[in-house]
């Protein structure tokens, strides 16, 4: 069994911000998700784990966008009517890690909330970041690393650009 591949894969606003202030993103309509290599990301990924307000969030989107992939949730609280495949878990954000890799997932969506995204880097299980940056400053907004995330370094894979000025960036974390 290989090393899981822990790859948060996002968009941003030039300040960082990864949604509104309400939990919105409108501020993406105009970026389609094709442009930013989500279809064949999605088809390399095992698992996707990610916490509550963000799985909220998603089931707002209406019909479950993962299905037939194994979905972890961080939440305290349980979830209603949960799609197939989907999962609540609590507590230590290293310890799921370490349950995800013993299941033999290769690559792991971390998608996200910041808090989840935060409780990875201090785990030591955040190995890509692939962003589309978006030229818009949200100004208030939930920002990609939260207050208290630990520092870690990045390298640079690549950086495209698309279509309205954004970017399509690839990073890995520093050896």
């Given at each position: 069994m290989?090393?899981?591949?822990?790859?948060?894969?996002?968009?941003?606003?030039?300040?960082?911000?990864?949604?509104?202030?309400?939990?919105?993103?409108?501020?993406?309509?105009a970026y389609p998700p094709q442009e930013f290599g989500l279809e064949p990301f999605l088809?390399?990924?095992?698992?996707?784990?990610?916490?509550?307000?963000t799985y909220e969030a998603v089931r707002g989107f209406g019909d479950w966008p993962h299905p037939g992939?194994?979905?972890?949730?961080?939440t305290n609280r349980p979830l209603e009517d949960a799609p197939a495949g989907v999962e609540a878990r609590s507590g230590d954000?290293?310890?799921?890690?370490?349950?995800?890799?013993?299941?033999?997932?290769?690559?792991?969506?971390?998608?996200?909330?910041?808090?989840?995204?935060?409780?990875m880097v201090a785990a030591g299980k955040f190995d890509v970041l692939e962003m589309a940056i978006v030229p818009?400053?949200?100004?208030d907004g939930i920002p990609l690393f939260p207050s208290g995330t630990?520092?870690?370094?990045?390298?640079?894979v690549s950086c495209e650009r698309r279509s309205g000025g954004a970017l399509h960036?690839?990073?890995?974390?520093?050896?």
């Amino acid at each position: 069994m290989g090393k899981t591949i822990w790859h948060c894969h996002i968009a941003i606003s030039l300040d960082g911000k990864i949604a509104r202030a309400d939990g919105s993103f409108d501020w993406l309509e105009a970026y389609p998700p094709q442009e930013f290599g989500l279809e064949p990301f999605l088809a390399k990924v095992d698992a996707i784990l990610m916490g509550r307000d963000t799985y909220e969030a998603v089931r707002g989107f209406g019909d479950w966008p993962h299905p037939g992939k194994p979905t972890i949730v961080m939440t305290n609280r349980p979830l209603e009517d949960a799609p197939a495949g989907v999962e609540a878990r609590s507590g230590d954000l290293g310890g799921v890690a370490a349950e995800l890799e013993a299941r033999g997932y290769r690559c792991v969506w971390v998608e996200g909330g910041g808090q989840v995204i935060r409780g990875m880097v201090a785990a030591g299980k955040f190995d890509v970041l692939e962003m589309a940056i978006v030229p818009i400053v949200l100004g208030d907004g939930i920002p990609l690393f939260p207050s208290g995330t630990p520092s870690f370094g990045l390298d640079l894979v690549s950086c495209e650009r698309r279509s309205g000025g954004a970017l399509h960036v690839v990073y890995k974390r520093a050896q």
